[in-house]
């Protein structure tokens, strides 16, 4: 789950790492008293959505008097913000964080993140800080320094050494910067996060580190454990397809294809969508019912791949294992009756029940295209979308 950069600091100052001081609003009203009790110019306006590259938009301004200050939250407040993550159709601006500027000596890039080619936590560094991080990996990758944290031993002192040196950290700064590394581990993990990142993470005039912008994700799947955490979701910023779907329980994400599919078992969803695009074709999402998917589930899953304007077809690959094949066909013609199914159907069916299944869709009128196998069902549905 992603959450605003404002909540990422909000949690940041919870384990004592130094964040600008700043507000939110989500109105010019409620910008002005902000910048009122901030007291003092020049201020930085950061539009709060949930994609990077903001400032290459104009979603971060700087204000160097009250006039600049209004005029610019003015314009970021309520703007349509375009940026590299967004897509060509941007995020609405509801929220603007306001902080201080603050005086910067150096800019720096740190994150935490899981590994899962070494089972490990891995800090990722870099004095190449405020660039664009993935850029620099590929351009140069010899600015990039990876330090490895085995889980099960927790961040030890020479992880702390080989970062501090790679930024080159004076030693008479060196316990403010462990304190530092220790508390971003210590949220990392006491939070379930998949991501946080700092960029740029700066080097103030006194040499103390600073969380200038921060990115936290947390790992859905560890949610349970942190229901103080649930109200940072902010469901404006999630697709409402994958908002919808979260209600019916239903494992969904939309991708940019063409072909809807409906799948039982997340290994299975990755399968199928390989071969798709081996057919020549795309995935419009990744749609797993789930091995206990009810008839209604399935109706509902329908209804989620219908909702997307981009899907010209849909492949229904399923495994009746726990869902049955003859609650599938039920789900499927249902579907067509009250979702109106207006796209070619293609259907591959195994496993329990798919007797039944098979004659529950042939009685029921419906023109849906049978295929023997994967590959036979992948290749019929590019064609038809082609």
């Known amino acids: 789950m992603k959450i605003h950069e404002f909540q990422a600091k909000e949690l940041f100052r919870k384990y004592g790492i130094l964040v600008p001081s700043g507000k939110v609003a989500t109105s010019l009203d409620e910008a002005l008293a902000a910048a009122w009790e901030l007291a003092s110019f020049p201020l930085v306006i950061k539009a709060q959505i949930h994609a990077g590259g903001r400032g290459k938009g104009g979603g971060v301004k700087l204000a160097a008097n009250a006039d600049e200050f209004t005029r610019c939250c003015g314009n970021i407040l309520g703007m349509r913000l375009v940026t590299p993550q967004t897509g060509a159709e941007g995020r609405l601006v509801r929220s603007v964080l306001i902080e201080e500027a603050v005086d910067i000596e150096r800019e720096l890039y740190l994150s935490v993140l899981p590994d899962r080619e070494t089972a490990s936590i891995v800090f990722m560094a870099s004095t190449a800080g405020g660039m664009d991080i993935e850029e620099t990996a590929a351009m140069t990758p010899e600015k990039i320094l990876k330090v490895h944290v085995n889980p099960l031993q927790g961040i030890l002192p020479h992880h702390i050494r080989q970062l501090l040196f790679g930024f080159g950290i004076a030693k008479e700064r060196t316990a403010i910067w462990t304190s530092f590394v220790t508390s971003l581990y210590t949220c990392f993990v006491e939070n379930d996060c998949s991501l946080v990142e700092i960029n740029p993470l700066v080097v103030t005039k006194n040499g103390m580190p600073l969380a200038l912008d921060a990115k936290v994700d947390l790992d859905g799947n560890g949610l349970f454990r942190h229901p103080e955490l649930r109200r940072f979701r902010d469901e404006n910023e999630e697709d409402p397809l994958e908002v919808a779907a979260r209600r019916y329980n239903l494992n969904y994400i939309r991708l940019s294809g063409n072909v809807g599919n409906m799948v039982n078992g997340a290994g299975l969803a990755m399968a199928t969508m390989d071969i798709i695009k081996k057919a020549g074709a795309e995935p419009a999402n990744f749609l797993d019912v789930g091995g206990g998917a009810t008839a209604e589930m399935v109706e509902k899953g329908f209804a989620l791949i219908m ?20 609650v599938l066909a039920r789900g499927i013609v249902e579907a067509a009756k009250n979702v109106g199914i207006s796209v070619p159907v293609v259907i591959r069916m195994e496993g329990t029940n798919v007797e039944q ?30």
């Open 307 to 326: 909702s997307d304007a981009n899907v010209k077809g849909i492949l229904v690959n399923i495994f009746g294992g726990i869902l049955r094949c003859d």
């Open 357 to 386: 299944g098979r004659a529950i869709l042939a009685e029921s009128g419906l023109s849906l295209i049978s295929a023997s196998d994967l590959a036979d069902a992948a290749a019929k549905v590019a064609e038809m979308v082609a």
